[in-house]
């Protein structure tokens, strides 16, 4: 069950559990050996895909829970606490709230969480004790009928309908929930205030239909609004929704006009007085925030926008604008970016948001019954989800949808002061029209710079570093046309766009360095509307490769080999020692067995260091030669062997990682070490695709950021 809580969220408690550093550190603050006998679960997700890792390529579960029972050396405790489970066996994702649980774990310290008593490294599988309540396996039963009628529609449908429904996003593909983040349409795959809006209209339309009064209506609308919230879980979106549904419904039974602002704040108090930690929720505060902007701002911007615009676009322009506002500095507090296509993508993709809402809800309830009527039902549905995927897609890929801007508390406070000025300037028509002047002049000015910058890729371009967020993917220039392609990064698309833009189309060698799903899983990428000659894997691979390299040749490197492809050579100079690994193996013994690679051409020399660790690079650095460039080992990690930057003797090197990670990737000790020994640092993660080219004098680096 994926999708439990919003990416803020997630990251919040991955901080909590230490897994914003390098997991070395996590591992060593676990201090106690301990056995739940009875913990209760609260909502259950996997981190990313089921592929995603603690320790990368392994399984990462994670549970909240509330621990009742805990046996400490043969002594039993009674408790009533709240934890934060991580777990590596897949048996865990099943497991439905409510469902109690004993388990075996190691016990550490929570980091900057004072709700949250403790975070329990799982040993192994959950031991069920008992059932889910009643009320849990009905709501499950009707997430999957949805899933189930949902099935005949294409993935993107398929992933969205259920989210944006009864909040399920299980099957929903990170490439396209990151497209949903970036053109600010995230909060429709979150169960909020509008699906409960349009649930108590239809509702009470029905209602009124059938002939119930004012007064019989409302409750008839309570019982919809619980079912719902039961199906759609008590996430901190759904409850803040409720409590201001059912105030509403309060509000037409007395006969009063409700009123908004009081509205809001009962409900704000009565859910942090119900659960404290809502108070240190970004979800719930962005949800708030939201709400008080379509209190506050909207009416004014509705009644000026409608003195120019048709009524229906000016409410629908206002809206989208007034919760955009609300919620941008937090946003930009969490995010580091301002969203520049928010608005717009949210007036496009409204009209489908109730047809989708609608339609979805009512096949979940005829999927009940009968699952083939459900499934004809939700290709209307299908098809208003595909319009929103269509939108977040497009908005996500035009330049600039979002601006870098400086996070944290002094990023939110600068973007609002720039809202006060912006206010202010729109206000006076002189300072409007010389602040229009100004920007004309610097939009030309821009124009004209990347007019006369040069194109991409740039001429004599020997390797690029692609940004494919958290992994690594690189191209090694082969020829017109051709390049050796080394990792292929953890999505698809990213891959692909990068070996389009460069006009790759005859992959020579893929070299996949180790079986993580940073480095493997982009491989459909590169095969897409490409020619894969041969794949290159490491000698201790265990087959984790043999589901993306299907029907192509594959070789086991060996250090001492030598691969040429035109006047490109590459030598392999480890893993030194190749051990039989398996996917039991911790992820450092993964990292260790990289391929490593020494690339070369005319005019460029480059060490391509895929994910080794100090051990592996301690065994490496005698053989290192000197070279060029350098790629900088997992991702700018903070464990790193100072000989064998030493021994590589680069004047740049290059880290591939994420933005935002949560990894903490690059490590500030990293970068310093980079910097000791004389290398620029070039990183994906602020200047996008890094390429390296060959000049008279030696090489440059351009980037495409």
């Not at 040749?553 to 060996?558: G, L, N």
Request: proline share 7%; glycine share 10%.
């Amino acid at each position: 069950m994926t999708g439990e809580l919003d990416l803020e969220e997630r990251r919040a408690l991955r901080r909590v559990a230490g897994l914003s550093t390098e997991l070395t550190d996590v591992t060593e603050v676990e201090y106690r050996a301990l056995r739940l006998e009875r913990v209760v679960l609260v909502g259950v997700w996997t981190e990313g895909t089921a592929e995603a890792a603690v320790r990368p390529g392994r399984p990462m579960v994670l549970a909240r829970a509330r621990a009742e029972a805990v046996q400490v050396q043969g002594r039993r405790v009674r408790v009533r606490v709240p934890v934060l489970l991580i777990a590596a066996d897949r048996r865990w994702i099943g497991l439905l709230p409510s469902q109690r649980v004993r388990l075996n774990g190691s016990l550490a310290p929570p980091r900057r969480a004072e709700l949250l008593a403790a975070v329990v490294f799982v040993r192994g599988p959950p031991e069920p004790v008992g059932r889910p309540s009643a009320l849990q396996r009905g709501a499950e039963a009707v997430r999957a009928k949805l899933r189930r009628a949902v099935e005949r529609l294409p993935a993107d449908q398929r992933g969205v309908l259920p989210g944006m429904v009864v909040g399920d996003t299980s099957r929903l593909d990170p490439a396209l929930a990151e497209d949903f983040r970036t053109s600010g349409l995230a909060h429709l795959l979150v169960v909020s205030g509008a699906n409960l809006a349009i649930i108590i209209g239809a509702v009470l339309g029905l209602c009124r239909i059938a002939g119930l009064g004012r007064l019989r209506a409302p409750p008839v609308a309570v019982l919809a609004v619980l079912a719902f919230v039961v199906v759609a879980r008590p996430e901190p979106s759904v409850l803040r929704a409720t409590v201001m549904g059912l105030i509403g419904l309060l509000a037409l039974v007395t006969g009063r006009q409700r009123q908004g602002l009081p509205a809001l704040g009962a409900a704000v108090l009565v859910l942090v007085l119900l659960d404290p930690a809502l108070a240190r929720s970004y979800g719930f505060v962005l949800s708030v925030l939201a709400t008080a902007g379509l209190l506050v701002l909207a009416p004014a911007w509705r009644e000026r926008l409608g003195r120019r615009l048709p009524g229906p676009l000016a409410d629908a322009v206002a809206v989208a604008a007034a919760a955009q506002v609300a919620v941008a500095p937090v946003l930009v507090m969490l995010s580091g970016e301002v969203g520049v296509v928010a608005i717009a993508a949210n007036l496009l993709a409204a009209p489908a948001v109730a047809p989708a809402t609608l339609v979805g809800a009512l096949a979940a309830v005829v999927a009940l019954v009968s699952v083939p009527v459900a499934q004809l039902m939700v290709w209307p549905a299908g098809l208003a989800a595909g319009w929103i995927c269509a939108v977040a897609r497009v908005a996500a890929d035009l330049p600039y949808a979002t601006v870098p801007w400086a996070r944290g508390g002094l990023g939110a406070v600068g973007l609002a002061a720039a809202m006060v000025v912006a206010v202010a300037v729109l206000r006076f028509r002189r300072v409007r029209l010389a602040v229009v002047a100004v920007m004309a002049g610097v939009l030309l000015a821009v124009a004209g710079l990347r007019a006369a910058a040069p194109g991409w890729p740039p001429p004599g371009w020997a390797l690029v570093a692609c940004a494919v967020g958290q992994g690594d993917a690189l191209v090694l220039a082969a020829g017109p046309g051709r390049g050796v392609v080394v990792d292929a990064g953890p999505d698809p698309r990213a891959v692909d766009g990068c070996l389009g833009r460069l006009g790759v189309r005859d992959v020579p060698l893929l070299v996949l360095t180790h079986p993580h799903a940073d480095h493997i899983d982009g491989t459909a990428g590169v095969r897409n509307g490409r020619t894969v000659r041969m794949v290159l894997v490491s000698p201790s691979a265990f087959g984790r490769e043999a589901r993306h390299t299907g029907g192509l040749p594959v070789r086991r490197a060996q250090a001492g080999g030598r691969w040429s492809v035109g006047e490109l050579t590459l030598d392999v100079i480890g893993p030194a020692h190749a051990p039989v690994l398996s996917a039991a193996d911790d992820g450092a013994a993964i990292n260790n067995a990289s391929v490593v690679l020494v690339a070369r051409r005319p005019g460029f020399s480059a060490l391509l260091s895929g994910d080794a660790e100090p051990e592996a690079q301690r065994a490496l650095a005698p053989g290192v030669p000197p070279v060029q460039v350098f790629k900088v080992p997992h991702h700018g990690a903070r464990a790193q062997d100072p000989a064998f930057f030493a021994a590589a003797r680069a004047a740049v090197s290059i880290v591939s990682a994420g933005r935002d990670n949560d990894y903490g990737h690059p490590a500030p000790a990293t970068l310093d070490l980079l910097r000791r020994h004389g290398m620029r640092v070039h990183r994906t993660d602020q200047e996008g695709d890094v390429a390296v080219v060959r000049t008279r004098g030696g090489i440059a680096v351009v980037t495409r950021g």
